[in-house]
């Protein structure tokens, strides 16, 4: 049960939904990382005292202030020693929390740490990560349905970039301008939220006058998500403009508290991306309407746009015939950028998905659907997975024992034999699917009464497409593969002596319920349900009784 997520105002979440959060990561995070036994992860006064205490004769005026004597002292490039060693880059791996937050479908994060425990934790998922240090990086469309990750501060492979003395914080604005406007740009139609952070961390207080400096008064709120923070905290924060999202419990259970929140953030997005998400075709907008939690037909296509049309053409039409409803990302359009958070739920409402192993795009989407069913043991069932090659260079690396078809050239001979090894494949997740009708009826105890209408009549259409639309196909001139609309094959089905005329006039009373119930929101009493539901169930066992 979502213990959290209930702290987080509703503007707050639908700006999360429409993928408008930036989130901002401090030092804050990095405790959260595993450690060996005995060693602890420095804040930033720690880091502070422990130079501090290296120098002879030195009295510190704070933690920047030692950072950059330090650095008078010893150079530069023996601060980067020391600060690798204290920050513990080695020996420090992610933790729950980093687990927790990454899988959150970000399009793009921010983060003032110098550590590496963010991307380590994407390629763990697997994500694809892209990190950003330099501003020449800034015009490289490089995400690839993963993650941006803005390194502020640069990092410690990188000694020139990073930002950690008071020379390097006073020059920031003046040496990196496009960096600070890129972080401006994206606060204008973005919504701050801070994670780690202290209203004593100069990179908080640098970050906070960038977006004062560029936007002023037009700034818009930012949050801040702290653990058990006291009332004076509270008030500081907001003096400064900064709302804060206190979540209870105690500060040493931080880590969990942050790795449960993150959870609850990334079930809110996926369960209600798609409610805000436009379905430009029918039959993938009837599926999508179902309950998340319900067993959809949905079979996901991760493809290179130079193909969709031949896959809409050549292999869709097939892949109906088994009772699956294809579906691209193209399909969905989804609110602002989240373009992440829609593979994510697409991926994770599907049956079944095909993957093309031969763009950047696809393989990262592919990563997505291993990351889901990698933790398909919280009651998700694992997703069937089809992997699509040119050649083995491809698929050399690939460590998951998903079956492979090597597509062999676009001629029609090589396409439509490639369709149908495909076909043939998909063949054995469509058996493995539980039978509509027992859907429908679990839907109809759960009190889900709109769902399991769409369910049944859904349902019914499988069958019809079996046992109607294979016997007369050859009769009329429709293509072979082209499935046959639901209304001819009620006609045909009359003709065929599979259901009477008063079972066709309740089939298609039944159909309009099912629309204005998608189409018009109108609900679904539990009379009508179950009315439809029962009467469905019948008609699908006298048809399947009969051949």
Known sequence: MAKYIQHFPKPLLDDLVAGRWLPVLGAGMSMNATLPPGAKMPLWPDLGTALAGEMAAYSSAGALDSISAYQHEYGRAKLIERLTQLLLIKEAKPGDTHRAFCSIPFDIVCTTNFDFLLERQYDAIPRYVYPVIDEEQLSINGAH??????????????????????????????????????????????????????????????????????????????????????????ARFERRGVKIINLPGSKSRYPSILAD??????????????????????????????????????????????????????????????????????????????????????????????????????RAEFDIAVARNRSAGRGRAHLPIVIVANDQTQVANLSEPYPIIYRLGLSDDAFDAFAAELVHQLAYAADAQPGRGSEAQRLLAAREYRAAVIAAISGLEVVLQKYVGSAIKPAV???????????????????????????????????????????????????????????????????????
């Not at 990750?149 to 492979?157: E, I, V």
């Open 145 to 234: 349905a993963g993650t941006q990750l803005l390194k502020l501060h640069g990092d410690l492979r990188h000694p020139s970039r990073l930002v950690v003395t008071e020379e390097d914080y006073d020059g920031f604005l003046s040496r990196y301008p496009l960096i600070a406007t890129y972080l401006a740009n994206l606060l204008i139609t973005n919504t701050a939220v801070f994670i780690g952070y202290s209203l004593d961390d100069p990179d908080f207080r640098q970050i906070w006058t960038i977006v004062s400096d560029r936007l002023g008064k037009t700034r818009r709120m930012a949050y801040a998500i702290m653990v058990d923070a006291n009332n004076s905290d509270v």
């Open 261 to 362: 929140a993150f959870n609850e953030l990334r079930e809110h997005i996926r369960d209600n991306v798609m409610s805000v998400s436009k379905v430009t075709e029918e039959e993938p907008l009837r599926e999508l309407s179902l309950p998340r939690d319900a067993l959809t037909r949905l079979c996901f296509f991760s493809l290179p746009v130079e193909l969709l049309s031949l896959y809409r053409s050549r292999v869709f039409p097939r892949v109906e015939e088994l009772g699956f409803v294809p579906i691209v990302a193209e399909d969905v359009i989804s609110p602002g950028q989240n373009i992440s958070a829609k593979i994510d739920a697409l991926i994770d409402r599907s049956s079944a998905m095909v993957v093309e192993m031969t763009s950047a795009w696809t």
């Open 477 to 547: 001139s429709i293509s072979i593969h082209r499935p046959l609309p639901m209304r001819m094959m009620l006609d045909h089905a009359l003709e065929m002596g599979l259901i009477s005329n008063v079972e066709q006039r309740h089939i298609r009373e039944w159909m309009g319920v099912r629309n204005t119930a998608i189409h018009e929101g109108v609900a679904v009493s539990a009379k009508v349900a179950k009315s439809i539901v029962d009467g469905v169930n019948r008609i699908i066992g006298k048809i399947t009784g009969q051949t």
